[in-house]
């Protein structure tokens, strides 16, 4: 069980330094993060962009941290040479920096050079919460919109993965509801049931799934003991998998905005990890998903 990023950033100096390719790196919090990477979990960057404009960034925040520079001024030619850098095994990881989202991940799903593995592409993202003591694992909030039975496995399986590959042996997972009553209407519920019922047949492996179950019985044990709901994981819970898009979206921007949890986030499914941050996050918030995509190798 992980309790913060301190902790995570801990576990990773135990572990060889990954290499990591950031597609357009010529933005100041990229760079800090990178650098902070670099000292705190020994990741290798190889720099994609304008290289000028990456020295003059470099200069202006002290960073005097080894990493590589690829001069690619075209945004468009520096995000697919830093994905095919992945492709051709130069690299572990690849990051967004400067350049638009679908710019972005046409590089990483192009047929020729991307990072296509036949799986499907899901996001997680890893919350540190003051004073739960855990962190708290999201999957999906950021990639699938309405996802089938079959979808939501995989996003499972994607997710159970990476936590495995964090240290935890039999993960506590939430497949959320509005409540904890099957309903042949509520589509959310007949999944969350089959799901549940999977994973009691042994089909992800070691790991405590419970579902349908309402998000706050899920987290509070007085909730769950005010409903009379024989809960094994409300309270210990790691990792929810959401019904929807927007259900993942909403609970993460209220963990950030309104609890001031930290964020970060990955996605999982390609042949490597792949780090999708936003340009307006900030550098703790993409040093803290370097540091979770790491774990992901």
């Given at each position: 069980?992980?309790?913060?990023?301190?902790?995570?950033?801990?576990?990773?100096?135990?572990?060889?330094?990954?290499?990591?390719?950031?597609?357009?790196?010529?933005?100041?919090?990229?760079?800090e993060?990178?650098?902070?990477?670099?000292?705190?979990?020994?990741?290798?960057?190889?720099?994609?962009?304008?290289?000028?404009?990456?020295?003059?960034?470099?200069?202006?925040?002290?960073?005097a941290?080894?990493?590589?520079?690829?001069?690619?001024?075209?945004?468009?030619?520096?995000?697919?040479?830093?994905?095919?850098?992945?492709h051709?095994?130069?690299?572990?990881?690849?990051?967004?920096?400067?350049?638009?989202?679908?710019?972005?991940?046409?590089a990483?799903?192009?047929?020729?050079?991307?990072?296509?593995?036949?799986?499907?592409?899901?996001?997680?993202?890893?919350?540190?919460?003051?004073?739960?003591?855990?962190?708290?694992?999201?999957?999906?909030?950021?990639?699938?919109?309405?996802?089938?039975?079959?979808?939501?496995?995989?996003?499972?399986?994607?997710?159970?993965?990476?936590?495995?590959?964090?240290?935890?042996?039999?993960?506590?997972?939430a497949?959320?509801?509005?409540?904890?009553?099957?309903?042949?209407?509520?589509?959310?519920?007949?999944?969350?049931?089959?799901?549940?019922?999977?994973?009691?047949?042994?089909?992800?492996?070691?790991?405590?799934?419970?579902?349908?179950?309402?998000?706050?019985?899920?987290?509070?044990?007085?909730?769950?003991?005010?409903?009379?709901?024989?809960?094994?994981?409300?309270?210990?819970?790691?990792?929810?998998?959401t019904?929807?898009?927007?259900?993942?979206?909403?609970?993460?921007?209220?963990?950030?905005?309104?609890?001031?949890?930290?964020?970060?986030?990955?996605?999982?499914?390609?042949?490597?990890?792949?780090?999708?941050?936003?340009?307006?996050?900030d550098?703790?918030?993409?040093?803290?998903?370097?540091?979770?995509?790491?774990?992901?190798?």
């Open positions: 069980m992980i309790k913060s990023y301190s902790a995570l950033a801990e576990k990773i100096s135990c572990l060889k330094g990954s290499t990591m390719s950031v597609a357009v790196a010529q933005d100041r919090d990229i760079l993060a990178v650098c902070k990477a670099s000292a705190v979990a020994g990741v290798n960057p190889v720099l994609f962009g304008d290289a000028k404009e990456i020295d003059r960034l470099k200069k202006e925040i002290g960073y941290g080894e990493c590589k520079v690829i001069d690619e001024p075209d945004d468009i030619a520096a995000s697919r040479a830093a994905v095919k850098s992945v051709d095994g130069e690299s572990e990881v690849v990051m967004k920096g400067l350049i638009n989202t679908s710019d972005y991940l046409r990483v799903l192009d047929k020729t050079f991307g990072l296509r593995s036949g799986k499907l592409l899901s996001h997680m993202a890893a919350f540190e919460i003051t004073g739960r003591g855990r962190m708290l694992f999201v999957t999906d909030g950021g990639f699938n919109i309405a996802p089938c039975l079959e979808e939501k496995k995989e996003i499972l399986a994607n997710a159970l993965k990476a936590l495995r590959k964090m240290g935890y042996e039999c993960p506590n997972v497949v959320i509801t509005a409540n904890e009553q099957f309903n042949e209407k509520a589509i959310a519920t007949v999944h969350a049931d089959a799901i549940t019922r999977a994973a009691d047949e042994g089909e992800f492996g070691k790991c405590a799934v419970e579902g349908p179950i309402a998000f706050d019985v899920a987290i509070s044990p007085d909730a769950a003991r005010h409903k009379h709901i024989d809960s094994k994981i409300s309270g210990k819970v790691d990792l929810i998998l019904p929807t898009i927007e259900v993942g979206n909403v609970l993460g921007k209220c963990l950030s905005l309104l609890c001031g949890a930290k964020m970060s986030g990955v996605v999982l499914g390609a042949s490597a990890p792949v780090i999708l941050t936003s340009r307006s996050e550098a703790e918030s993409k040093l803290n998903s370097i540091l979770l995509a790491s774990f992901c190798i």
